[in-house]
Structures are given as structure tokens and as C-alpha cells.
């Protein structure tokens, strides 16, 4: 079955954005579709960098509850 296809419509890949036929070895149909691509990936990479703050945040308040009563307890 692949095959019929691939005699049928040729060798080609999909946008990656939105999955239009393109020639192969593309991974955009268009200049909007890598547009889109590109400000998906710098939210991605916002959010995690924000996330991994989050946790970096989380963890030091953890630790200062944990050892604060630890340093300030008197000799």
C-alpha cells in the first residue's frame, strides 16, 4: 500500500506546522508556517525556563524552612 502511494504522489514530506505536501526534505510549506514554528518553540523554551525557576525558587524555600531553625538556634 505504501508503495501505490508513494508511485501515486511521488516522493514527498509534510509541513511540520501544518501538514501540507511539500517536497521532500522540507520541513515548511511556507514563510508563515515557519513564522508560527519559531514562536511556538520560543514559547516552549520561555516556559521552561520559567518552570525551571519555579523549582529552583520552590526549592530554596524548601530548604530554608527546613534548615533556618537549624542556623539560628543559639550554642
Not at 509541513?15 to 526534505?25: K, L, S, Y
Request: charged share 25%; with cysteine; glycine share 6%.
Amino acid at each position: 500500500m505504501a508503495r501505490k502511494k508513494m508511485e501515486r504522489w511521488g516522493p514527498h514530506s509534510h509541513c511540520i506546522v501544518c501538514g501540507a505536501a511539500i517536497p521532500e526534505g522540507e520541513k515548511f510549506c511556507s514563510s508563515t508556517c515557519k513564522a508560527k514554528y519559531e514562536e511556538e518553540e520560543a514559547r516552549y523554551k520561555r516556559s521552561q525556563r520559567n518552570l525551571l525557576v519555579m523549582m529552583l525558587l520552590m526549592l530554596a524555600f524548601i530548604a530554608t524552612v527546613v534548615f533556618l531553625p537549624y542556623l539560628t538556634r543559639g550554642p
